[in-house]
């Protein structure tokens, strides 16, 4: 195992197909990062947990987390529920370094990329 890891962590859908997309950008970002542990986490409704899965990385020696919310905005999951999931694996694993990104749909270039993919949609 890597000593560096990088956590997708997405909400979670009862259909397993709703992940499919999740799965492709931990793909994507895995070739990019091959050095680093790219895997998902969910809040709910699917496997693995964030708590779950960082103490597999911390009992695989993992030290270093990022954890990145692939949500569209900063709404309660973001703002309250990952928050004191972060607080709480932090209190458990104390040599663990866990940092939580921001919101990835509330940053300007995925906004951007967001927003050339509607306009575009007018050219279909």
Do not use: K
């Given at each position: 195992?890597?000593?560096?890891?990088?956590?997708?962590?997405?909400?979670?859908?009862?259909?397993?197909r709703?992940?499919?997309?999740?799965?492709?950008?931990?793909?994507?970002?895995?070739?990019?990062?091959?050095?680093?542990?790219?895997?998902?986490a969910?809040?709910?409704?699917?496997?693995?947990?964030?708590?779950?899965?960082?103490?597999?990385?911390?009992?695989?020696?993992?030290?270093?987390?990022?954890?990145?919310?692939?949500?569209?905005?900063?709404g309660?999951?973001?703002a309250r529920?990952?928050p004191?999931?972060?607080?709480?694996?932090?209190?458990k694993?104390?040599?663990?370094?866990?940092?939580?990104?921001?919101?990835?749909?509330?940053d300007?270039d995925?906004?951007?990329?967001?927003?050339?993919?509607?306009?575009?949609s007018?050219?279909l």
């Open positions: 195992m890597n000593s560096r890891a990088l956590i997708l962590f997405a909400h979670g859908a009862r259909d397993p709703w992940a499919e997309p999740f799965l492709r950008l931990q793909r994507l970002i895995a070739a990019q990062l091959p050095q680093v542990e790219v895997a998902l969910y809040l709910e409704l699917m496997q693995p947990s964030l708590p779950d899965l960082v103490d597999r990385f911390v009992q695989g020696g993992c030290r270093d987390v990022t954890v990145v919310p692939v949500f569209f905005g900063r309660g999951h973001v529920d990952l004191l999931l972060a607080d709480g694996l932090r209190n694993h104390l040599d663990l370094t866990l940092r939580v990104a921001g919101a990835v749909g509330e300007a995925v906004l951007a990329a967001m927003a050339r993919y509607c306009v575009g007018l050219l």
